[in-house]
């Protein structure tokens, strides 16, 4: 830790650590009920389950965001925080906002909206928290005066992210209207600004890990942040087939939405070439695990997995079944959590008193856990899905038969979800076993970079 006001990271990162053991928690309840009878249905039935489940999941991966960038900034503009007081207020406001959302989900307040289920007042601390955040950070980086082009990737999709969830604040009265907006939110977020974030923390990472060279690294960036763009803007129409526009968009977002790939792979390639390039040297080897892994398990998940089901002529059949529940968790897994993970664990050395930068033998057991259990979820819910599929929408089987039908598969995603939660248990331990590192330099173990990454001007 070069600055002090870096320590702010450790906080966001112990919240959201515990906020994914929790997201895990309903994660899992939301499987059992597949397989009845739901001793909870009163109580805790399955649509309370799931909107916990992937809300927790956005506050969680959003907590990991802004920690990662407190952590970020101070290192790419050499410079302390601008306010570490702004941060903690956000950081306090932002967790009770988001632990009183679950509290309200579980009493049925919410506006039903999938993924945007918060309530007005949540969603308003949302951006009064995005604000604070989003100055606290443009005046660090005012104050010193150096501006890189990876931050300015990162903050663009900071930004973006804040405006884009302004559609989300209103209230339509029309449903066509209401889901055509809803996906100005969720899908140019996932499918845009969130993987500028991603690509800005990539970057970040590979230059420091691998010692690749500044200049090579950000061309690259501008690159694929320009492909994510064009691809990914007009793509939004791959969720307006089927509800209630004109038919136009049908071959507009399944052209525009297969070029989304292409930036994917431009990723994972970018990665793999900088990391050839390193020859490993960084001493944070999991570190780099997580990096590497997040840009190639993105390629499957949401390039591949993604492109699977985007043609309409495909979408007609599998639409909101278990297929793009498959692709959901792969997507968001290798995008967005592993990119937070890759940010904690290069972290971690020097915010917590642990010892050795290389990664402990624990952290490599959860690194191997989670992306074999994520690896069978994702196979549980596609092969449910292709069942689903074939017998409901194809042979006319009603709902509920389908579901006992293909029940074997959401065994199989218990099975494979425990796995993969011991996995993020392990990683939820390694993170918390070693106290806090509080202050700079007190005895911190080794550089934390490769001594080309240390050369002036990198
Ligand atoms: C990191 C990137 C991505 C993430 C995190 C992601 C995540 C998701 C999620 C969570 C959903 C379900 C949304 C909902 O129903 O509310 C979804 C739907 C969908 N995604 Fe992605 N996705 C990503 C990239 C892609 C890409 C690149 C493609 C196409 C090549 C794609 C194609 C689709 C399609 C077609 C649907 C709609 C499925 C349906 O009709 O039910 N996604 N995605
Ligand atoms: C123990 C691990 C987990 C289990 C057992 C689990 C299970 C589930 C279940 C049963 C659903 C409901 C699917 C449906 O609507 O029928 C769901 C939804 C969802 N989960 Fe998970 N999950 C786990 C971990 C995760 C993780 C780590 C992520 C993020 C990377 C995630 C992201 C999502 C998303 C985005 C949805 C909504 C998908 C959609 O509506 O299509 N889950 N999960
Ligand atoms: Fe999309």
Redesign the pocket.
């Known amino acids: 830790m070069r600055y002090k006001s870096q320590s702010v990271a450790y906080w966001y990162f112990a919240i959201a650590m515990v906020l994914f053991g929790l997201q895990l928690v309903f994660g899992l309840l939301s499987a059992a009920k597949y397989l009845g009878p739901d001793p909870l249905l009163n109580i805790l039935p399955f649509d309370v389950t799931k909107t916990i489940h992937t809300n927790l999941l956005i506050v969680w991966v959003l907590t990991g965001f802004m920690g990662a960038t407190y952590w970020m900034v101070p290192d790419e503009s050499r410079t302390e925080l601008y306010s570490t007081k702004l941060a903690y207020i956000q950081l306090g406001l932002w967790t009770v906002m988001g632990v009183t959302a679950v509290i309200g989900y579980l009493f049925g307040y919410g506006t039903g909206n ?2 945007l289920e918060q309530p007005l007042p949540h969603k308003i601390v949302i951006v009064i928290c995005m604000l604070i955040f989003l100055y606290n950070i443009g005046m660090t980086i005012k104050k010193s005066g150096r501006f890189t082009t990876t931050e300015g990737v990162l903050l663009l999709g900071l930004g973006s992210a804040a405006v884009l969830y302004l559609p989300a604040l209103l209230h339509y009265e029309n449903y066509v209207v209401s889901i055509y907006y809803r996906w100005w939110t ?2 140019l977020w ?2 845009g600004v ?2 500028m974030i ?1 690509g800005g923390f990539l970057a970040y990472l590979l230059i420091r890990l691998s010692g690749a060279d500044r200049e090579v690294m950000e061309k690259w960036l501008y690159v694929i942040v320009g492909l994510v763009f064009i691809a990914g803007i007009i ?1 939004t129409a ?2 307006y ?2 509800i209630g526009v004109p038919t136009y968009w049908l071959p507009i977002g399944g052209l525009f ?2 070029l ?2 292409v930036a ?1 792979v431009g990723m994972a390639m970018y990665a793999y070439y900088a990391m050839r390039r390193s020859g490993l040297a960084h001493p944070n080897k999991l570190a780099l695990h997580w990096t590497i892994g997040s840009a190639l398990f ?1 390629m499957f ?3 591949l997995l ?2 699977a ?2 043609f309409p002529s495909v ?1 007609k059949w ?4 278990l ?3 498959m ?2 968790h792969a ?2 897994y ?3 959590v592993m990119i937070v993970l890759a940010m904690i664990t290069y972290a971690m050395p020097s915010i917590t008193r642990r010892e050795n930068v290389d990664g402990t033998n624990l952290g490599y057991w959860a690194f191997w856990l989670q992306l074999a259990g994520m690896f069978g979820m994702t196979l549980s819910f596609g092969t449910a899905g292709i069942g689903q599929v074939y017998l409901e929408r194809i042979l006319g089987m009603g709902y509920l038969d389908t579901q006992l039908k293909i029940q074997v598969h959401f065994l199989m995603l218990v099975a494979t979800g425990s796995l993969f939660a011991l996995g993020v248990g392990m990683f939820i331990y390694d993170f918390f076993r070693f106290p806090p590192r509080l202050s700079v330099g007190d005895s911190e173990p080794l550089p934390i970079t490769t001594t080309s990454a240390a050369r002036p001007g990198l």
């Open positions: 999938k993924l969720i899908h996932v499918e969130w993987e991603q793509g791959h969720h087939y089927w939405s297969a989304e790939p994917l993105t998940g949401a390039g993604g492109l089901h985007t979408n599998t639409h909101g079944t297929i793009t529940a692709h959901g997507a968001f290798g995008a967005y």
